[in-house]
């Protein structure tokens, strides 16, 4: 299962992006039971996580993001959604979104990797 991330582009220092993730249709009976990921890959880093919600909407960020990005998800539209404000440069990279579990205590993903989308920060 792949799920594919839309939504990014240029957007000015302090500027807004809002990205979209819709569930594939394989998974769209059972996809208000995932919890559901937003990752970040930076050039030349790791991909991490910056925010989750959980079947339960319980939402958690990096503390690179928070109170600046919000999570939520609309389960009747099988989407999950990546609102960023107050955008910096060090939020350039390739987003991808994913369905997640708790591992221990670590969120961890468990799909394949779809495609990102490219949000680039820069004036």
């Known amino acids: 299962v792949q799920l594919q991330a839309s939504g990014g582009g240029l957007a000015q220092p302090g500027g807004s992006r809002r990205l979209s993730c819709k569930a594939p249709?394989?998974?769209?009976?059972?996809?208000?039971?995932?919890?559901m990921g937003w990752y970040r890959q930076a050039p030349e880093k790791q991909r991490e996580l910056v925010a989750q919600?959980?079947?339960?909407?319980?939402?958690d960020y990096a503390d690179s993001v928070k109170g600046r990005f919000t999570i939520s998800r609309d389960n009747s539209k099988k989407t999950v959604y990546l609102q960023m404000n107050s955008l910096k440069p060090e939020d350039t990279g390739v987003y991808y979104c994913?369905?997640?579990?708790?591992?221990?205590?670590?969120?961890?993903?468990?799909?394949?990797w779809g495609q990102g989308t490219q949000v680039t920060v820069s004036s």
């Open positions: 994913n369905t997640i579990k708790m591992v221990g205590d670590t969120w961890t993903s468990y799909n394949e």
């Open positions: 919600i959980t079947s339960t909407f319980s939402t």
């Open positions: 249709r394989s998974i769209f009976s059972v996809f208000s039971n995932y919890d």
